[in-house]
C-alpha cells in the first residue's frame, strides 16, 4: 500500500466527515486588522484557476491586479492560495471560506498566503468589498457579506445597519478607507495590557 501524506489524508478526512457549518474564527478589529496582516492591497481579480498542491490537496489560486499596496511587499500581481476547490475529482468545500469572482474587487489583509487554509487575516474578515456607487459617483466598501461599511471609528468597522433593501447610511468611500489603513499604519493603536 502506497503511503498518505498528512495533506492527503486530512483531504480524505474533510472528505468524509459531516457536513461543517461554519468555521470557528476569533474576532478581529480594525487594528488587529492592520497590524496582523503581512500585505494589505487594494485590487482587482483578474484571474481563478484551480490546482492541486505538492500533496494532491485541492487550492484555489485567486489572482488580483491593479493593485494599490499599503503594506508589504508585493509585485505586480499577488495571487491568494485558498485551500479547497476542485482537484482530481476531488471536491472541498469550505463553509465561510470567502469566495471570488473575476471582476471582482476588493481590499485586502493577507497573511500567511501558501501557508494557511486561508490567507486572509480573520479569514471572511480580511476582505472588504469595493463597488462602484453610482450615485456619489464614487468607489465604496463593504464588508465580505456586502453590509455597508460607514466608518472606522477607532478599533471598530461601524456597518450600516441593514433594514430590508435599504441601509438608509451611505457606505464609507474607498478613499476615506484607505486613508483610516495608513493612519493605523503611521500611528497603531496601543492596546491596553489585560
Same mark, same amino acid.
Request: aromatic share 2%; proline share 4%; no cysteine.
Given at each position: 500500500?502506497?503511503?498518505? !501524506?498528512?495533506?492527503? =489524508?486530512?483531504?480524505?478526512?474533510?472528505?468524509?466527515?459531516?457536513a461543517a457549518h461554519a468555521m470557528v474564527v476569533v474576532q478581529r478589529d480594525f487594528a488587529?486588522?492592520?497590524a496582523r496582516a503581512e500585505q494589505i492591497v487594494a485590487g482587482t481579480v483578474t484571474d481563478i484557476k484551480q490546482e492541486a498542491d505538492a500533496s494532491g490537496a485541492p487550492m484555489t =489560486?485567486? $489572482?488580483? !491586479?491593479?493593485? $494599490?499596496?499599503?503594506?508589504?511587499?508585493v509585485g505586480a500581481t499577488l495571487t491568494l492560495r485558498l485551500y479547497g476547490g476542485e482537484s482530481g475529482g476531488v471536491v472541498v468545500h469550505i463553509p465561510d471560506m470567502p469566495t471570488f469572482t473575476v471582476g471582482d474587487r476588493a481590499v485586502l489583509f493577507v497573511a500567511g498566503n501558501g501557508r494557511d487554509v486561508c490567507p486572509l487575516v480573520g479569514v471572511w474578515q480580511g476582505r472588504f468589498n469595493v463597488r462602484f456607487d453610482p450615485?456619489?459617483?464614487?468607489?465604496?466598501?463593504? $464588508?465580505?457579506?456586502? $453590509?455597508?461599511?460607514?466608518?472606522?471609528?477607532g478599533r471598530q468597522i461601524v456597518r450600516a445597519r441593514v433594514t430590508g433593501e435599504s441601509t438608509g447610511t451611505a457606505a464609507m468611500p474607498l478613499g476615506d478607507f484607505l486613508d483610516s489603513i495608513s493612519g493605523e499604519l503611521s500611528h497603531p493603536t496601543v492596546v491596553p495590557p489585560r
Open positions: 500500500m502506497k503511503a498518505i !501524506s498528512a495533506a492527503a =489524508l486530512a483531504v480524505l478526512l474533510l472528505g468524509a466527515a459531516p488587529d486588522l492592520v =489560486l485567486v $489572482t488580483f !491586479s491593479d493593485l $494599490t499596496v499599503l503594506k508589504g511587499d450615485q456619489r459617483q464614487t468607489d465604496v466598501v463593504e $464588508t465580505n457579506d456586502r $453590509t455597508p461599511v460607514v466608518a472606522v471609528a
